[in-house]
């Protein structure tokens, strides 16, 4: 199989082409290598690149001649991170919806009808809770003054007791809080709609909190995980904000990148006109602060300090439930929690200078 790989020279997508190229299969980059993502530009294409191509996935002429005896795409190329205020919010549009457009309306001329999408758990805004008294709830936005004072645990939205966090299944309804969580959640709605037009088949998968080896450092656009490696790497100690007790899951990159491929070798095997979306998580939830302490640990560097910061729009909860990638996909996530830190805090970083990118 041919693969077209948008943004395959960035952190995910370089994992996906050695992924590809390791099952058999052609790996062609697309990718324009914004410094937000390459500080420098590479020597060379990423390992198992069977063709790399310096063009804009935005420019419709460049992603034509770019999908020419394509068999599939798989569309990682995107402006990831909470940014810094709504004045990002052009930036992500931009990058991530009409990037997004323009490749489907490429696709549907070149009749290229296999679609890996790079979707995202922010869609969901906060996780799942459970009331003791009422039970599966949705609790609103935290508010500044809650946050201020310390109050990091979203209340019962009915009765204000306690709740009891859980795991978020694809059939959570959305809730985007964000200008990134909204671009991505347009992503998937036109992939659906491109599917439905042309008879295509397309797989979106929500990556939780993705890390490993060649993610960016030093940017306001970066996961946590960078945040606490870079400190380290400086001899800092990693600054953890709230009170460190938020869940994520944090999923290697590698095993991301086997989701990617799975999800390209069974696309074909979808109904016409379908979109199916996937959680891509490890299915082990860890805070913050402990995924702080691990990197810290593993990295002989200075134990994580609790700040109590906070940023408005950052939700408290966010952990996944991946059963349906599992049992449809036959995909396994391989690198525990533990290894993969240790692994993390001893790898390089990719460098960067601003917003970041796949």
Not at 19 to 30: P, T
Not at 149 to 169: I, K
Not at 210 to 237: E, H, I, K, N, W
């Amino acid at each position: 199989m041919r693969v077209l790989v948008t943004g395959g020279a960035g952190f995910i997508g370089s994992h996906i082409v050695a992924a590809l190229a390791s099952r058999g299969h052609e790996a062609v980059v697309l990718d324009v290598l914004l410094p937000a993502a390459h500080a420098t530009v590479p020597d060379r294409p990423p390992p198992g690149t069977a063709e790399f191509l310096r063009d804009d996935v935005r420019d419709a002429e460049a992603v034509a001649r770019a999908l020419r005896g394509i068999d599939a795409v798989c569309h990682q190329a995107a402006m990831v991170g909470l940014g810094k205020d709504f004045a990002d919010a052009p930036a992500y549009a931009g990058c991530n919806d009409l990037g997004t457009a323009v490749l489907l309306a490429e696709m549907a001329r070149a009749g290229v009808r296999h679609l890996v999408l790079a979707a995202s758990m922010v869609v969901y805004g906060e996780g799942r809770y459970d009331c003791p008294r009422h039970g599966r709830v949705a609790p609103g936005p935290r508010s500044a003054a809650d946050l201020a004072a310390g109050r990091f645990e979203p209340p019962c939205p009915r009765c204000g007791a306690a709740l009891l966090p859980g795991l978020v299944d694809e059939d959570t309804p959305a809730d985007p809080r964000n200008v990134y969580a909204a671009t991505k959640l347009a992503q998937e709605h036109l992939a659906s709609a491109w599917a439905r037009s042309t008879g295509g088949r397309a797989a979106g998968l929500r990556y939780h909190n993705v890390y490993g080896p060649g993610m960016p450092r030093d940017t306001p656009y970066a996961g946590v995980a960078s945040f606490f490696r870079s400190s380290l790497a400086r001899g800092q100690a990693p600054r953890v904000f709230e009170d460190g007790g938020q869940r994520r899951d944090f999923v290697h990159v590698t095993d991301i990148a086997a989701a990617n491929v799975a999800a390209l070798e069974a696309v074909a095997a979808r109904p016409p006109g379908s979109y199916r979306a996937y959680n891509a998580g490890s299915g082990t939830p860890h805070t913050v602060g402990e995924m702080a302490a691990a990197l810290a640990d593993a990295s002989g560097g200075p134990a994580p300090r609790v700040t109590g910061e906070f940023r408005l729009g950052d939700v408290r909860h966010i952990t996944a439930s991946s059963a349906r990638l599992r049992a449809e996909l036959g995909w396994r996530p391989r690198v525990g929690f533990t290894d993969g830190m240790a692994d993390f805090a001893r790898a390089p970083q990719r460098a960067a200078d601003g917003a970041g990118a796949r």
